[in-house]
């Protein structure tokens, strides 16, 4: 008989699975990028003490599957040097990841490489990882660097959304209203022509870089500063499934890990530690105790930029099962 104590598995960032005695180890990438030279490290581990498969998951990390429980510590010292390039916080070295609450933190590829992405999401991710794991709280965090969404941030607990605030310089406009037909065709129509000059309606821009993209002349470029949407509260799941609503718009940076942080201490106050495993979901704490109470604690001593737009009070929808 296996003596297995299945909490310490899953903290330690393991999976039970359906074989008796296997488990399968899920490392950590976060942002989603990482050097070639890891590769061959999650390849020796797969095929040393796994079944030599490796899985790509949904959050941008690898699992690999096939590990005997009697083989942690030692795919644990493997995990290191991982665990040591990636820059991950880590309680305990050598003993791979000792808290597994908080999922991996995914990004799209972003501005390094995106021309459309408003900021570097790899390095806001990475510093958002630091400020939060290691955590035994189940949060989910995305970072997409514009309104294309390509992370799907709508569908995590927290999704920060990049936006630049468009500058508009007359004198290089030509008229040829490329940035008028751009934005009507690829975004929300927010551009118009008024006495021959481009008119930007600030209430419905939503920072996406169209207009710069596509301004033959530079007339429009992007603004020093960069800002985000920060949405909140999407989940999958059995019960009520639902996409995440606007909470801040033109938010900074700061003021969206103030708010994320103060939501550990907002949970950790509220949570059910009845709830199956004792991970009750952030979203089903706050519709069990208000959005308002729940933005009383988020928003505790958060400093914002005048150009912040706090939405409130904020409802979701979604499919309803109970």
Known sequence: MLDLNTKKIKKNAYRVTKVRGETASRVRVPGGLLTAELLPLIQNIAETYGNGRIHLTTRQGFEIPGIKYTDMDAVNALLQPIIDKLEINQEIPGKGYTSAGTRNISACIGSNTCPFATYNTTNFAKKMEKEIFPNDLHFKVAFTGCANDCIKTRMHDFGIIGMTEPQYEKERCMGCQACVKACKKK????????????????????????????????????????????????????????????????????????????????????????????????????????FEEYKKWAMEGVELDPRTIVKGPVYWSGIHYD
């Open 187 to 290: 975004s929300v129509d927010a551009l118009s022509v008024e006495n021959y000059r481009i008119v930007r309606n600030t209430e419905k821009c939503v920072g996406c870089g169209e207009c710069v993209i596509n301004c033959p002349t530079r007339a429009w470029t992007r603004s020093p500063e960069t800002y985000y949407r920060l949405v909140i509260m999407g989940r999958t799941g059995k019960r009520n499934p639902r996409l995440a609503e606007d909470f801040l718009v033109w938010a900074t940076e700061d003021a969206i890990i103030k708010i994320i942080k103060n939501t550990y201490s907002f949970v950790n106050n509220y949570i059910d530690r009845e709830a199956p495993g004792g991970k009750e979901h952030i979203g089903y704490i706050i519709d069990r105790t208000g």
